[in-house]
């Protein structure tokens, strides 16, 4: 608070307190009469600011839709939504795109990198078509982060598939978003360049300070997270904090069975 406004921000900050982004009673419906899906019922959750957050639960639980519409991709039927102080749902749509390109960064399964541009021009291409300027200390340290210092002159078909994951991840986190949401950004690299972008989500986290909410179906990539919120039929079911692999499966399984007994 006071002490904020005296003391530069050094990258190396500890995690300020508060929601990231949260929902309040969120509910998304999708389609009408028969083909109805409720596919968030009245989700409450808060998403720790400089905290790394995994969302599991089995395939239609409603991950990817919870996602979506904190992200401001898809509209929500009831509750609320808010990134920060800003209340999604009183957005027109360009001023989702605006809160979108400005505050929140995002790593898909797909890389998306633009093959006539080099791996920096990649990095800073959100910034350019937002007319901003990248704060070039801070772009330093996220290219050394992610280990990229010496090959930002290469386009991405002269990258490895783990190097061009990397690109993205430094995309996402060069304009220091509020908040980094990732849908399954392991689900298309092999299991040591899974373990390496999660290592540097994991370290943005603790030298950057940065937000992170991850979407996965893995046990093992969610125990990179700090705490694991778990879903169940668009409900939020449980949580877990301080995750193992082995905490978490045993969670799935206790979840299983009460599927098979209820
Ligand atoms: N655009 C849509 N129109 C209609 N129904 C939808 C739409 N998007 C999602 N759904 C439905 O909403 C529910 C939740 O879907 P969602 O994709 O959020 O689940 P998920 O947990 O991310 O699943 P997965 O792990 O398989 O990706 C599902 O029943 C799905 O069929």
Redesign the pocket.
Known sequence: MSQAATTPTAPQAPAPAGAAACAVGLSKV??EGETR?V?LDSVSVEFGRGRFTAIM??????????MHCMAGLDTISAGSARIGDTELSRLHDRQLTRLRRDKIGFIFQAFNLLPTLNALENITLPMDIAGRRPDQEWLDLVVATVGLSGRLRHRPSQLSGGQQQRVAVARALASRPEIIFADEPTGNLDSRSGAELLGFLRESVRELGQTVVM?T?DPVAASYADRVVF?AD?RLIDELAGPTPEGVLDRMRRFDTKDRTS
């Open positions: 999708y389609g899906v596919a639960g089995p395939s239609g639980s409603g991950k990817s839709t919870l979407v179906h879903l668009g």
